[in-house]
């Protein structure tokens, strides 16, 4: 999918199924965004404890926020975690159109990942 193609919710249940037959889960958004920050890190899957879980999560969301021009990626930290600058803040948005914001962006991160 590129950018200008629109989201629609059937392209998210397909992109969930797609996923969720993938990994030989019930995928859902957190774990999707779980997926993502695996892969950016580049740790592979291993036992992640909750606080893994939550930062890798964290890092998912801040990648699909980096391909949407809300985040540029300036580096990394002493443990190799990816760090970011903030261009335009998300704060001020609803947790609705945040999400709705990442889905849109997470079809276009699977397409290119899973093609």
Not at 51 to 61: R, S, Y
Not at 84 to 100: C, G, I, Y
């Amino acid at each position: 999918m590129n950018q200008s193609e629109e989201y629609t919710e059937q392209k998210w249940d397909e992109l969930v199924l797609r996923v969720s037959k993938q990994f030989k889960v019930t995928a859902d958004f957190d774990f999707m965004l779980f997926i993502i920050g695996i892969h950016e890190r580049g740790l592979g899957f291993r036992h992640y404890s909750r606080d893994e879980k939550w930062d890798l999560i964290n890092l998912g969301k801040c990648t699909l926020f980096e391909s949407l021009g809300y985040f540029k990626k300036k580096g990394s930290d002493e443990q190799g975690w990816p760090e970011f600058d903030v261009l335009r803040s998300v704060n001020a948005m609803t947790p609705s159109l945040q999400k709705h914001l990442l889905k849109k962006a997470m079809l276009s991160y699977f397409t290119s990942v899973l093609n």
